[in-house]
């Protein structure tokens, strides 16, 4: 039987590795994937906390959607700033890229 | 069992995508097998539907809000299994024909990965129970036409088609999903069977309108006036994929969603009647189109146009047995007919007729199977396209006046045209050197002959030699159908395919002048200027718009913006050397900040 623990416990390893993806990536995609990770991790408590906790009808799975969807919104910024990384320097690694200063 | 049947090329799709580098050759026998596995599939499926009636397979639920609960499942009933031996017979010989005309192409997976999943799209497509279902996978074959048609996208002119194939059939997409949720609202139900029992009193005009936004998808998906302009321009893609996109695929979408919410425009009668008059005006305007255009693959392609066009006639016109009959019997030969441009087009290296020519002698039997094709198309008997054609004109004679005298000229166009071509193509002299031609390998021809076999005997089970098989297949419930014989109808119809065909003989091949149509010829030659007046009208404004807001951007926002920061500038130089402009340190101190505060905030908790 699957119990709310596991899921959180699905959930923390997810978001854990998202967060160490985020840290360590040298590459853009590879963090922006991370950062994928991270939000998806959040989704499933949302989901799983909406079943378990028996919230009203639908609100976790709906929170879930916004957040797929704005994740989505998300993504396509940072591929934008990728893409701008990228003919700035030609190359997608973001410890090149410190112009950002002072 | 139907349920598995867009999981074969699904499959396929995956293996390629993954592993196709390493499969190399053998992804094309991946893709091919899986749709062959899903061809006898249906065919038993075909088998059950005829021995237990339709059935419909609930498979789950998706969400459930507000007591409205989206179920999701597949329907099985004589249109859908149709289509699905349709689209998997089309598939699996377009599959093999791709092995020789795709060989040597150096992304031979990616691109047997591609077709597999827009086969496997379109099954789930024609399976669909309900209009979200439907929309996904609508959606689904919408980008693998964009990902095929761009396939060979180091050229511009392949990117931009798919470019513009994606976005044309966007806006009827849009379009469509507005209606979708109209309905919604309406009947509190997405599912095709409720649309049987829908009850339009008191609400016409908006179920009218949802019923025309409905339709207005299918005008983007199959290509008809004012959204057809990037079917032709799909050309550029490998010809294989205009077969499948022309014939069992994309295009056939938008009349499979028309005939499969059928009831909803029976309901409207004026929203049926505005289905039959944009199929008259797509029929009639591509077909004088094909006449005179030079490209064999585009002739082909605004063919299509004209022959969508004509089975929305049909439908319009409440004639449902015979829009479907020719979707069914289009599908066949009109993939035949691409193929064996393929065919042509491999063994010259030229798309343009006025190059051709004489050809027959060199590829025997491409030369023959693209006869049958044109023959078919053109609506000689007994081939497939005569008894189909022959529905819908039947169904328009006794609709609408008007329409039928617009289908009776496109039929006489539609045999000129294709005549045109195979004169052009493959007789007379050659207009240029010809002797390196050869015939096609023998997986390319081989599709060629199980095609036209097809073309020749697909349209008997629809005609009155079997009894109208085909039209008590497709409308059980009618009881004993009494399918008329016009003979007047029939004659007439054989009469316009060869006034058509003889004359383009005198025209193409005795020479015979024809009256001057100088500004005809130039306004068929361009297409009736509909690209050039999507340009002034949609296009320019669009630009000039962007343009004005460019400038307010740069010159006032950007203003204030560049103000504010170089105030800020001056301030800022105080806190500069924290910054060391890597955003993973930035990351670092977020996280242990973090960490640090939840460590704090537990010590609290456990003291107190």
């Known amino acids: ?102 | 069992m139907a349920q598995f049947i867009p999981l074969f090329p699904f499959l396929a799709f995956v293996i390629n995508i993954f592993f196709g580098k390493r499969l190399n050759q053998a992804s094309a026998w991946v893709s091919i097998v899986a749709s062959g596995m899903a061809m006898l599939v249906s065919i038993q499926t075909f088998f059950e539907q005829q021995a237990h009636q339709n059935g419909s397979i609930v498979l789950g639920e998706w969400l459930s809000l507000y007591g409205v609960p989206l179920k999701f499942g597949v329907t099985v009933d004589a249109l859908s299994v149709m289509m699905l031996l349709v689209v998997t017979i089309v598939a699996t010989l377009i599959k093999i024909y791709s092995v020789g005309y795709m060989h040597g192409d150096p992304r031979y997976s990616r691109y047997f990965a591609y077709i597999s999943l827009f086969t496997a799209s379109m099954l789930g497509l024609v399976l669909a129970d309900n209009f979200i279902l439907l929309y996904i996978f609508w959606e689904g074959v919408g980008l693998c036409s964009y990902l095929l048609i761009a396939f060979w996208f180091e050229r511009p002119a392949a990117a931009k088609a798919g470019l513009k194939a994606f976005i044309t059939t966007r806006i009827g997409d849009t379009g469509f999903l507005i209606g979708i949720f109209l309905l919604l609202s309406l009947t509190h139900s997405l599912r095709f069977s409720d649309l049987a029992h829908v009850n339009v009193a008191g609400n016409e005009t908006f179920f009218m309108v949802a019923a025309l936004l409905i339709f207005f998808g299918a005008v983007g998906k199959s290509a008809q006036f004012p959204l057809h302009v990037w079917l032709p321009d799909a050309m550029e893609g490998p010809t294989a994929i205009s077969a499948l996109i022309h014939a069992a695929t994309m295009v056939a979408a938008g009349v499979y969603l028309v005939a499969r919410t059928f009831p909803l425009f029976l309901a409207n009668p004026a929203a049926l009647e505005f289905v039959g008059i944009i199929g008259g005006i797509s029929a009639l305007m591509a077909a004088s189109i094909a006449t005179v255009n030079n490209d064999i693959k585009r002739v082909l392609a605004y063919s299509t146009v004209s022959q969508l066009g004509l089975m929305m006639l049909g439908l319009g016109v409440g004639g449902y047995a015979a829009g479907t009959f020719h979707l069914m019997t289009h599908a066949f030969f009109k993939a035949l007919l691409f193929l064996c441009a393929g065919s042509v087009i491999h063994a010259v290296h030229s798309q343009d007729i006025r190059t051709m020519g004489g050809l027959f002698a060199k590829m025997k039997i491409t030369g023959m199977t693209f006869i049958i094709g044109a023959l078919a198309l053109a609506g000689v008997p007994p081939l497939a396209g005569f008894w189909s054609k022959d529905e819908i004109l039947l169904s328009a004679y006794h609709g609408h006046q008007g329409l039928f005298m617009v289908a009776v000229l496109t039929s006489f166009l539609t045999a000129f045209y294709m005549a045109r071509l195979i004169f052009l193509v493959l007789f007379g002299k050659p207009r240029s050197d010809i002797s390196h031609a050869h015939e096609s390998p023998v997986s390319m021809t081989f599709p060629l002959i199980v095609l036209s076999v097809f073309a020749i005997f697909v349209g008997l089970i629809g005609s009155p030699l079997a009894g109208h098989a085909f039209q008590a297949f497709i409308l059980p419930h009618e009881g004993a159908h009494e399918v008329e014989i016009n003979s007047m109808i029939m004659w007439l119809s054989v009469l316009i395919a060869l006034t058509g065909i003889v004359l383009a003989f005198l025209v193409y091949m005795k020479g015979l002048k024809l009256p001057a149509f100088g500004g005809l010829y130039r306004l068929l030659l361009n297409k009736y200027y509909v690209d050039e007046i999507y340009q002034e009208i949609f296009v320019k404004p669009a630009l000039a718009v962007c343009r004005g807001a460019f400038g307010f951007d740069f010159r006032f926002i950007d203003g204030i913006v560049n103000g504010t920061a170089s105030c800020v500038q001056r301030l800022s130089a105080i806190f500069r050397p924290l910054q060391t402009g890597l955003v993973q340190n930035y990351l670092l101190f977020q996280v242990v900040g973090i960490i640090i505060f939840i460590l704090i905030l537990g010590g609290l908790c456990f003291r107190f």
Request: glycine share 8%.
């Open chain 1, 1 to 102: 039987m699957i119990s709310l623990n596991h899921y959180m416990f699905l959930s923390a390893i997810l978001f854990c590795i998202g967060v160490f993806g985020v840290l360590t990536r040298r590459n853009a995609i590879g963090i922006l994937i991370s950062i994928e990770l991270i939000l998806n991790a959040a989704n499933i408590n949302l989901v799983a906390f909406q079943r378990y906790l028996g919230t009203p009808d639908g609100l976790g799975q709906i929170f879930a959607l916004f957040v797929v969807a704005i994740a989505a919104a998300g993504s396509v910024v940072g591929l934008v700033l990728v893409i701008a990384i990228y003919r700035n320097g030609k190359n997608i690694f973001v410890d090149n890229f410190n112009l950002m200063k002072w």
